[in-house]
């Protein structure tokens, strides 16, 4: 069933989503809020844009041309609906399109900015998964993984671009090893922790094309309070899903 909602935070904005999929979370708030921004940037790349989360909030926030590409066609759909109803389809442009075959028709360092929200979990000969389900194929690494990301992200990128993911602190080494085998390299990551007395469960990482070395660790941030409410750091982000008729 598709519903329209306010998008999070921006209560100007507005998303097409299906109950039936994944609707965006926290994560796709959180991204583009970290990725570095600046006055120069002209293009940006959204890897794996879904219903097109990241693009909508990243409009907010810059003049620049985005382009987010979807693999899945019903999640595409969605995208398109959501950048039409927001009236940014002269800012905002959605492909549908496996990115592992496209790049390579986009020329080589036209972005200055690349974002992606990529699927979290590995694949193993033991893993037991429906390869066509759109849950799966956003879940797990079967079409999209941290290295076809920097490898499409060295191709891409201009020099000294940025490209910054949102993913489970888990996974940080193989991250950080898999930018700097793409000549990325790591300049800021944030651990963003549920509770105070919890471990973190969500991390953000951003690297550079060819930068120089030197990686900041910033401030965590805290998602709940003791009582279940969101954090003042949350809040300005998260408003709550609230319906829109």
Known sequence: MEVTNYLLGYKDKYIVQN?????????????????TLNKNIKNILDIGC????????????TNALITGVEIQ??????????????????????????????YNQFETESFDVITCNPPFFKVSEKSNLNK????????????????????ISKKLLKNNGYVAIV????????????????????????FIYPKTNMEANILLVEGMKNGKKGLKVLNPIYTHLDNGEYTEQI???????VKYE
């Open 132 to 151: 066509s389900d759109y849950k799966t194929i956003a879940r797990h690494e079967i079409k999209l993984n941290l290295d076809d990301i920097f490898k």
């Open 19 to 35: 109950t039936q999929m994944f609707n965006f979370s926290l994560d796709s708030v959180l991204l583009p809020n970290f990725v």
């Open 73 to 102: 066609k019903e999640v595409y759909d969605l995208a398109v609906k959501s950048v039409k109803i927001n009236n940014l389809e002269n800012q905002i442009n959605i492909i549908n399109a496996d990115i592992n075959e496209i």
């Open 167 to 190: 993913h489970r602190p888990e996974r940080l080494l193989d991250i950080l090893n898999s930018m700097q085998k793409y000549n990325i390299e790591p300049k800021k990551i944030q």
């Open 50 to 61: 879904g219903n097109a989360p990241i693009p909508l909030i990243l409009s907010t926030k």
């Open 235 to 241: 809040k300005k982000y998260f408003d709550g899903e």
